[in-house]
């Protein structure tokens, strides 16, 4: 059965893109702990993150940072935290959270978003890629 991020991967439901490739899908999570919440997903339906191989494994990782510079460009924030917990969808996916408190990277604490601002926030982070 596909995964919620499949389906997004896909087209099949909208999402707030930023950038994709051959191996991976990069959007704005809808439910956002901060502004540019961002989400990186293989397009390969992997469960566990341990369980890709070691070359998806490091290309995750690597797209992941590239993504977190043009994050880091396009949100005011001081640093750019990464997080892979996994539990909530079974499909390896890495959040990237601008973090301005710790509380920030606290996943209960959650912020509204407008569909036009979170248009505009892919559209930022996409132009500094």
Request: aromatic share 8%; with cysteine; hydrophobic share 45%.
């Amino acid at each position: 059965m596909s995964s919620i991020f499949t389906k997004l991967i896909s087209g099949e439901i909208p999402s707030y893109k930023i950038a994709e490739n051959d191996d991976f899908f990069v959007f704005l999570d809808i439910n956002p702990n901060a502004k540019g919440h961002t989400l990186v997903v293989p397009k390969k339906e992997v469960n566990r993150l341990f369980e890709l191989e070691d070359a998806s494994y490091a290309a995750l990782m690597m797209y992941s940072k590239k993504i977190a510079v043009a994050l880091e460009k396009a949100v005011d924030c001081k640093r750019i935290g990464m997080t892979v917990i996994g539990l909530e969808v079974p499909h390896v996916h890495v959040h990237l959270i601008p973090l301005n408190t710790m509380d920030d990277a606290t996943f209960g604490k959650k912020i509204s978003m407008e569909p036009e601002d979170f248009k505009a926030l892919a559209t930022k982070i996409a132009s500094f890629l």
